[in-house]
């Protein structure tokens, strides 16, 4: 079966940081992109980045540039979220997903999500 | 940035119903237009890819349609399990955006 497994949920305070992992199974981990979709509470969904596991290529929004650094090991098939200098605006559920077709370039549909994992930035 | 623009933002139908959803850009994006379905605690569902296309298995009575800017999503006969939220994505540029979504419930 081909998925995505996502890290636990975590709690963290203001100015912390935290890595979030996403590991992929089932399919040629090294031929797709991999993006992060955030989405805030009651809100809809915001792109972040992308990455390649296979060489590590990342592009990253605008918006999310400087706040987010997406890495890959493909040695363990995942991929990772970091955040840093945690706000309370940073409360959301983050979603790795899978780029739809392989050959189509960074930018392409999502076929395959992780369940997600919810961080919650509390003091 | 491209603006992803749905309509409307939310809409009350019954069980075997047609609906459609409207998804408009701020600039021509070709056919790299695709929509979600999102329920609850869940991560979306790609349903349509590339404006027409159906995701493997998606039923048929979901379609897509449009090119350039302007796009639907439709649903022909409404089931209980289409009650969720529908988005659309542009895959054209970077950032990848979404619309604001559109909320089907049920009359």
């Known amino acids: 079966e081909v998925q995505l497994v996502q890290s636990g949920a975590e709690v963290k305070k203001p100015g912390e940081s935290l890595k979030i992992s996403c590991k992929g199974s089932g399919y040629n981990f090294t031929r797709s992109w991999i993006g992060w979709v955030r989405q805030m509470p009651g809100k809809g969904l915001e792109w972040t980045g992308i990455?390649?596991?296979?060489?590590?290529?990342?592009r990253y929004s605008s918006s999310f540039q400087g706040q987010v650094t997406i890495s890959a090991d493909k040695s363990i098939t995942t991929v990772y979220l970091q955040l840093s200098s945690l706000k309370a605006s940073d409360t959301a559920m983050y979603y790795c997903a899978r780029g739809h077709d392989s050959t189509q370039g960074p930018f392409d549909a999502f076929d395959i999500w992780g369940q997600g994992t919810m961080v919650t930035v509390s003091s | 940035d491209i603006q992803m623009t749905q309509s409307p933002s939310s809409l009350s139908a019954s069980v075997g119903d047609r609906v459609t959803i409207i998804c408009r850009a701020s600039?021509?994006?070709?056919?790299?237009l695709n929509w979600y379905q999102q329920k609850p605690g869940k991560a979306p569902k790609l349903l349509i890819y590339?404006?027409?296309s159906l995701q493997s298995g998606v039923p048929s009575r979901f379609s897509g349609s449009g090119s350039g800017t302007d796009f639907t999503l439709s649903i022909s006969s409404l089931r209980p399990e289409d009650f969720a939220t529908y988005y659309c994505?542009?895959?054209?540029?970077?950032?990848?955006?979404f619309g604001g979504g559109t909320k089907v419930e049920i009359k």
């Open positions: 990455i390649h596991p296979g060489d590590s290529d990342t």
């Open positions: 590339a404006a027409s």
């Open positions: 994505q542009q895959s054209d540029s970077n950032p990848l955006t």
């Open positions: 600039q021509r994006i070709s056919s790299y």
